[in-house]
């Protein structure tokens, strides 16, 4: 068969089926009451997913491997067994009250792909591997998509062992947990040669199911910065203390965060500003907080607008401090970034050949392929969700627009696997 015969036959084999099945099992581990999904990083519940993938995997006799941050790969063996491998994945890790496809789509879906290569007879010449990237959210341990950059050499692992979750647990211990569930898989090292690096995701936004589209040519995605802003007053007594000799720990976090708000605004609603952790210490309704802390997760797609803000946050909060002590910590940094022409190019050509209306556009998400991005070419792959709610336990997708990405994804993956150099 001719290469491009074989990637649409690939696409073909997508059963949306069996695809949308193995969905609702992945959802039912860590279900919640209100249809989401709470499956913390290094979790039980994300050893438990970990685990269904590789009954999956085994099934059809594909290969699985881990390395020292426990990210999980399946591979589908090519004919040039030591060729470096084309590459799909995302994680299975969510939100604490996040959605059944954030993230698992990616990696059931990518799954799907290498099922429906395989049930088409395809033979390529590069191994494919499907990969679950550890902590992607970060919901339990920051930063996120620690997994992909501990993979790409951008963080060490050895600096993040020591990272404890808000009971205390570290990371070392959750991640020797989560090793120890599955004993026997040999090892990769990091930074192992990617060949070609394609990721399927829900949008996330409303643009596709607004305007009637199936599948996103993703182009690239915007900067995403994370801070830790702690501010330390004194406790006191909150019946004798006169206001006036305070430091109100809380009260100046509270003004931070208004000052921060009206440094953001912006009239073309480009900015993203979000405070998502905000906490106050000892926490009793007769103690004068001595202790607040809260989180800064601020995006924006252009430089110029990037570095004006980032330079004012630290400012901004000691700015307004009200006498208390306060340290901004940068925890994540990921500038702006394009995706590969050429694997855009080569989505959007696989989606209109398969018949799916589809669109180039940027992702407002991070996602664990802008690590990627700096090791090989590097793509993405957007279907619609339900009103573009995400983060909420009540994402939504249509098992057809599930089976259109991961038929695109199939062709995708079998034409770069037989590429000499995708
Ligand atoms: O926050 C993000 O953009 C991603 O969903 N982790
Ligand atoms: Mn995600
Ligand atoms: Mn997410």
Redesign the pocket.
Same mark, same amino acid.
């Given at each position: 068969m001719e290469a491009r015969a074989e990637a649409l036959a690939a696409a073909a084999a997508v059963d949306e089926a069996r695809l949308w099945s193995r969905q609702m099992a992945m959802a039912e581990i860590g279900a919640t009451a209100a249809g989401g999904v709470n499956r913390a990083a290094l979790s039980d519940e994300d050893r438990r997913a970990r685990a269904l993938m590789l009954e999956w995997a085994f099934a059809l006799g594909f290969e699985v491997a881990t390395d020292a941050i426990a990210n999980l790969y399946i591979r589908r063996p090519g004919r040039r067994a030591d060729a470096a491998p084309v590459v799909t994945g995302s994680h299975l890790d969510s %939100?604490p009250r996040g959605g059944k496809f /954030? #993230?698992a789509y990616g990696v059931v879906g990518g799954f799907e792909a290498l099922e429906a290569i395989q049930r088409a007879g395809v033979e390529t010449e590069r191994p494919i591997d499907v990969v679950a990237w550890t902590n992607?959210? +970060?919901g339990r341990f920051q930063p +996120? =998509?620690m997994g992909s950059a501990v993979f790409a050499g951008v963080l060490s692992l050895e600096d993040q062992l020591g990272l404890a979750d808000t009971d205390g647990v570290t990371l070392a211990d959750a991640l020797t947990e989560t090793l120890a569930s599955t004993p026997g898989l040999p090892q990769r090292p990091f930074g192992h040669p990617f060949a070609a690096y394609v990721e399927a995701h829900i949008e %996330?936004g409303p643009r596709l199911e607004n305007e009637g589209l199936t599948i996103g040519a993703v182009t690239g995605i915007q900067g995403?910065y994370w801070y830790a802003v702690e501010v330390t007053g004194a406790e006191a007594h909150a019946g004798t203390t006169p206001l006036r000799t305070r430091r109100d720990a809380l009260k100046a976090a509270v003004a931070m965060v208004s000052a921060l708000e009206e440094l953001m605004a912006d009239e073309s609603d480009t900015v993203r500003f979000t405070v998502g952790r905000f906490e106050c210490h000892p926490g009793s309704p007769a103690t004068v907080p001595g202790r607040a802390f809260f989180t800064v /997760?601020f995006r924006h797609p252009d430089p110029a607008v990037i570095e004006r803000i980032r330079s004012r946050i630290a400012p901004t909060c000691e700015a307004h401090a009200r006498g208390c002590g306060v340290t901004v910590r940068p925890l994540m940094a990921h500038a702006p970034l394009t995706f590969d022409a050429d694997v855009i190019a080569m989505v959007e050509g696989y989606a209109e050949t398969l018949g799916h209306p589809v669109v180039r556009l940027p992702s407002? =998400? #991070? *996602?664990d392929a802008g690590h990627i991005n700096h090791l090989c070419p590097t793509g993405m792959i957007f279907v619609p969700c339900e009103r573009g709610v995400? *983060?909420n336990e009540a994402e939504n997708a249509t098992p057809a627009d599930l089976a259109a990405g991961a038929g695109t994804l199939a062709a995708c993956l079998v034409d770069l696997a037989n590429r000499e150099q995708p």
């Amino acid at each position: 068969m001719e290469a491009r015969a074989e990637a649409l036959a690939a696409a073909a084999a997508v059963d949306e089926a069996r695809l949308w099945s193995r969905q609702m099992a992945m959802a039912e581990i860590g279900a919640t009451a209100a249809g989401g999904v709470n499956r913390a990083a290094l979790s039980d519940e994300d050893r438990r997913a970990r685990a269904l993938m590789l009954e999956w995997a085994f099934a059809l006799g594909f290969e699985v491997a881990t390395d020292a941050i426990a990210n999980l790969y399946i591979r589908r063996p090519g004919r040039r067994a030591d060729a470096a491998p084309v590459v799909t994945g995302s994680h299975l890790d969510s %939100q604490p009250r996040g959605g059944k496809f /954030d #993230g698992a789509y990616g990696v059931v879906g990518g799954f799907e792909a290498l099922e429906a290569i395989q049930r088409a007879g395809v033979e390529t010449e590069r191994p494919i591997d499907v990969v679950a990237w550890t902590n992607e959210e +970060g919901g339990r341990f920051q930063p +996120g =998509a620690m997994g992909s950059a501990v993979f790409a050499g951008v963080l060490s692992l050895e600096d993040q062992l020591g990272l404890a979750d808000t009971d205390g647990v570290t990371l070392a211990d959750a991640l020797t947990e989560t090793l120890a569930s599955t004993p026997g898989l040999p090892q990769r090292p990091f930074g192992h040669p990617f060949a070609a690096y394609v990721e399927a995701h829900i949008e %996330q936004g409303p643009r596709l199911e607004n305007e009637g589209l199936t599948i996103g040519a993703v182009t690239g995605i915007q900067g995403l910065y994370w801070y830790a802003v702690e501010v330390t007053g004194a406790e006191a007594h909150a019946g004798t203390t006169p206001l006036r000799t305070r430091r109100d720990a809380l009260k100046a976090a509270v003004a931070m965060v208004s000052a921060l708000e009206e440094l953001m605004a912006d009239e073309s609603d480009t900015v993203r500003f979000t405070v998502g952790r905000f906490e106050c210490h000892p926490g009793s309704p007769a103690t004068v907080p001595g202790r607040a802390f809260f989180t800064v /997760d601020f995006r924006h797609p252009d430089p110029a607008v990037i570095e004006r803000i980032r330079s004012r946050i630290a400012p901004t909060c000691e700015a307004h401090a009200r006498g208390c002590g306060v340290t901004v910590r940068p925890l994540m940094a990921h500038a702006p970034l394009t995706f590969d022409a050429d694997v855009i190019a080569m989505v959007e050509g696989y989606a209109e050949t398969l018949g799916h209306p589809v669109v180039r556009l940027p992702s407002g =998400a #991070g *996602h664990d392929a802008g690590h990627i991005n700096h090791l090989c070419p590097t793509g993405m792959i957007f279907v619609p969700c339900e009103r573009g709610v995400s *983060h909420n336990e009540a994402e939504n997708a249509t098992p057809a627009d599930l089976a259109a990405g991961a038929g695109t994804l199939a062709a995708c993956l079998v034409d770069l696997a037989n590429r000499e150099q995708p």
